[in-house]
Structure formats: structure tokens, C-alpha cells
């Protein structure tokens, strides 16, 4: 059986971990000079008249460095998937043969370069900020915990305090990661 204490460190180490999954993966849809099949993660088509995920509709490939590919799985879809990719605000140029997208990567302006570093920071902070809520909320249940001495309630404020110091860690790692990703020219 597990104690209360013990719940919530795994309490505040799942909320931590899925601040920095969640990082990771808003990360990942920023667009470097690479062509990547997250890129197109967030973009949504219009198919059977409801809006989908274009993962949903087709399937994305990167065959080369600065090219992606959308295959739809329904050939009828080829123009509102190329029509979502456009109105995706990702600086995208979609065109088709009838069969298959095929999507440029446009090299990237130092300008934008530095816009997208400073996108990316914003995202990491966001996912920094839900990792310092995720230590609040836990260290808060500790401090409200009855029956428990003093001395277990600073050591497992300690063991989240070193849980939100890890993830914090692994966030900057990954800004690192992909601020040099994005810089590459």
C-alpha cells in the first residue's frame, strides 16, 4: 500500500512529466530548415465534413532533406488537404499531381530564424511554468497533510523539489536541441 506522501511525489512527477512531453511535442511542430513529418502535426483538413487531423486523412513522409509528401488515402481529399496545409500559417507552398503533395521546406531568413527562437522560448516557458505549478500543487498537499512528521514533509518536498529541477532540465535541453536546430544554416 502506498502512503499518501508517496502519491503525491508520483502525483507531482506525472504532472511534471507531461508539462515536459507536452514542451516536446509543441516543440517539435517548429519549423527548422529541415523538412520533418511533425511539421504538418497541427494542421487540420476539412474531409466528410467535419475538420480532422491530416494524420487522419493521409500519410506524410520526408523523402528528401527540403521536401515533404502527403499520400491521402482518399484521392477525392487532395484539394482540401492542400488547401488546409496552405491555410495552416506555416509559410508552406503545397502543390499536387492528382496523386500526391508535394511540399517545399523554403531555407529559413535569419529573421525568421530568430522569430521562431523566440516562439520556441515562449513555448518553453509555458512548459516551465506548468512544471513549477505541478511542484506548487504538490508541495502544497504535502504542507496540508496531517498525521505526518515534520521531518517526512521536508523530505519529500526535497524529492519533488529535485523532480521540478530534473524536468526543467530536460525543457532546456530540448530549447537548446532545437534553438541550434533552428539556427543551422
Known sequence: MTTPMADFTKQGREHM????ENTKRELATIRTGKATTSLLDTVRVEAYGNHVPLNQVASVAAP???LLTVQPWDKSLIVAIEKGIA???LGLNPAHDG???RIPIPALTEERRK???KVMHKLAEEGKVSVRHGRTEAISKVKKAEHVSED???KVEKEVQKLHDEAIKQ???LVKGKELEI???
Open 87 to 89: 491555410a495552416s500559417n
Open 17 to 20: 512529466q507531461k508539462a515536459v
Open 99 to 101: 496523386v500526391i503533395i
Open 183 to 185: 539556427m543551422e544554416v
Open 152 to 154: 517526512d514533509k521536508k
Open 171 to 173: 525543457i532546456d535541453a
Open 64 to 66: 528528401e532533406p527540403r
Open 115 to 117: 522569430d521562431l527562437v
